[in-house]
């Protein structure tokens, strides 16, 4: 009889706990959403993307939650519209427990900036992907310039951009990387007015520390405004050309 009567007390207590969390269920749902909130979370870094763009974007496909039941809301579709953007790397919709929708957003990350002939100007961002570029922000990263392939920005290139933005010297002394139609690449310093002929950026770090080698033994010596071309092309050498 005990058991009995222990098993109906539970049967009773699992009945209310069932109700209630339909009850409040159905009262959350009919609640009206009394705020739209965005974070964009690398926004001091990067601002390809601000929080009123977000919410204009999702006014503009009648997504807007504040006002409505939270039964009609549909976060998966807000989340989706502004991962549409091309500039987002991803998104997060969920209601917070104020009674508000809440979107959190990342951008995507640039690391090299491509201005070519041929595909007109775009970033390679840190997974390797082609990211548009926005009008309204700009960030700084290495540049390369000229006859450029999304092929070569996506694999060689942006390796290279990943070692300058690895190496602060050398990314704060390249200003420009210039690409010509046979992917050999020519490098123009923030100081000193000549070119660094590197050819093919194969086995680019050795090419780069026989540059800093010169640099020590050479320009410091001769001066740098000596030469108009440095070319590192060739094994074990430097090949200079004057002015």
């Given at each position: 009889?005990?058991?009995?009567?222990?098993?109906?007390?539970?049967?009773?207590?699992?009945?209310?706990?069932?109700?209630?969390?339909?009850?409040?269920?159905?009262?959350?749902?009919?609640?009206?959403?009394?705020?739209?909130?965005?974070?964009?979370?690398?926004?001091?870094?990067?601002?390809?993307?601000?929080?009123?763009?977000?919410?204009?974007?999702?006014?503009?496909?009648?997504?807007?939650?504040?006002?409505?039941?939270?039964?009609?809301?549909?976060?998966?579709?807000?989340?989706?519209?502004?991962?549409?953007?091309?500039?987002?790397?991803?998104?997060?919709?969920?209601?917070?427990?104020?009674?508000?929708?809440?979107?959190?957003?990342?951008?995507?990350?640039?690391?090299?900036?491509?201005?070519?002939?041929?595909?007109?100007?775009?970033?390679?961002?840190?997974?390797?992907?082609?990211?548009?570029?926005?009008?309204?922000?700009?960030?700084?990263?290495?540049?390369?310039?000229?006859?450029?392939?999304?092929?070569?920005?996506?694999?060689?290139?942006?390796?290279?951009?990943?070692?300058?933005?690895?190496?602060?010297?050398?990314?704060?002394?390249?200003?420009?990387?210039v690409v010509n139609d046979e992917n050999?690449?020519?490098?123009?310093?923030?100081?000193?007015?000549?070119?660094?002929?590197?050819?093919?950026?194969?086995?680019?770090?050795?090419?780069?520390?026989?540059?800093?080698?010169f640099v020590d033994g050479g320009l410091?010596?001769?001066?740098?405004?000596?030469?108009?071309?440095?070319?590192?092309?060739?094994?074990?050498?430097?090949?200079?050309?004057?002015?």
């Amino acid at each position: 009889m005990k058991r009995v009567l222990v098993i109906l007390i539970a049967a009773i207590v699992i009945g209310y706990i069932i109700l209630s969390a339909n009850y409040f269920r159905d009262s959350s749902l009919n609640r009206e959403c009394t705020g739209f909130e965005v974070e964009i979370k690398d926004s001091l870094k990067t601002q390809f993307v601000t929080a009123a763009e977000v919410e204009t974007l999702v006014k503009k496909h009648d997504l807007y939650p504040v006002g409505k039941s939270f039964k009609d809301i549909n976060t998966l579709a807000i989340r989706d519209t502004i991962m549409a953007n091309r500039l987002v790397e991803s998104a997060n919709v969920f209601i917070t427990s104020k009674g508000s929708v809440m979107a959190t957003v990342q951008q995507r990350e640039p690391v090299l900036r491509v201005i070519s002939e041929n595909k007109g100007s775009f970033y390679i961002d840190k997974d390797r992907k082609i990211m548009p570029v926005a009008s309204s922000f700009s960030v700084y990263v290495p540049v390369a310039t000229g006859d450029i392939e999304e092929e070569f920005a996506k694999n060689e290139l942006y390796d290279f951009a990943m070692f300058l933005n690895n190496n602060s010297d050398w990314d704060a002394w390249i200003e420009q990387i210039v690409v010509n139609d046979e992917n050999d690449v020519e490098l123009i310093p923030r100081a000193g007015n000549f070119r660094i002929i590197m050819g093919s950026l194969e086995d680019y770090p050795t090419k780069l520390n026989k540059f800093v080698r010169f640099v020590d033994g050479g320009l410091n010596v001769l001066g740098w405004n000596r030469y108009s071309e440095i070319n590192l092309k060739f094994d074990n050498q430097v090949v200079c050309t004057l002015k």
